[in-house]
Every structure is written in C-alpha cells, then in structure tokens.
C-alpha cells in the first residue's frame, strides 16, 4: 500500500472526525438555548401572578399556573377552609398594563 493511500484515509477520517465534533457543538449550544427560554417564561409567570394576586404556582406545556384560593365555610367543622387550586393563565409573553396600577408597579413593568 502506497504512503499517499494512507495520508488521504487519515485527511478523509479526521474531516468526518472534525464534522462530527461541529455537530455535537452545534447541539450542546442549541439546546442550552433552548433550556434558557423558560427560565425567562417562569420569571414573567411568576411577576403576572403577583400582580394578580395570586400565588404562582408552576409552568407546564409553555403555560402559566397560578394557585387561586377559595374560602369556604365547612358548618361541619364549624370553621372556614381555605382550598387552592392551579388555574391556567395562559401563555404569557409580555406583561403590559397601565390602568389601575401604583407608581411602584408601573416602574416594575417599565423596568425603570
């Protein structure tokens, strides 16, 4: 076997070497992108939770959950009881709103 058969296997196996390590790059890269955009969404969740006064409760399938509370009187018991649930608030992007809000919150929202 001649020397230039050997030096073009070598030049070929470490191009396919080189293009492989690309790829996995490529991947870790898009998914630390991707793992990154929720933390944002959770963030937002929990700020449009507060502002409704409400308790947050979890992000799942992109949606928001806040924890919602009902008071009722059990005549059993002869006391009240408070019961939580998770409502969906949706998918929340930007939270925007102008009306009805303190100096404070409005500053919160503006990022000022």
């Given at each position: 076997m001649p020397d230039?058969?050997?030096?073009?296997?070598?030049?070929?196996?470490?191009?396919?070497?080189?293009?492989?390590?690309?790829?996995?790059?490529?991947?870790?890269?898009?998914?630390?992108?991707?793992?990154?955009?929720?933390?944002?969404?959770?963030?937002?969740?929990?700020?449009?939770?507060d502002y409704a006064n409400l308790d947050f409760a979890f992000v799942k399938d992109g949606m928001c959950y806040c924890y919602q509370g009902q008071i009722f009187y059990n005549q059993v018991q002869n006391k009240t009881v408070t019961v939580y649930q998770a409502i969906n608030v949706g998918l929340i992007k930007n939270i925007t709103a102008e009306d009805g809000l303190t100096q404070q919150a409005r500053n919160l929202l503006t990022g000022g």
């Open positions: 230039d058969d050997f030096i073009k296997i070598k030049k070929r196996d470490l191009t396919r070497l080189f293009l492989l390590l690309i790829f996995f790059a490529a991947g870790f890269f898009l998914n630390s992108f991707i793992s990154a955009q929720p933390k944002t969404q959770v963030s937002m969740c929990n700020q449009f939770c």
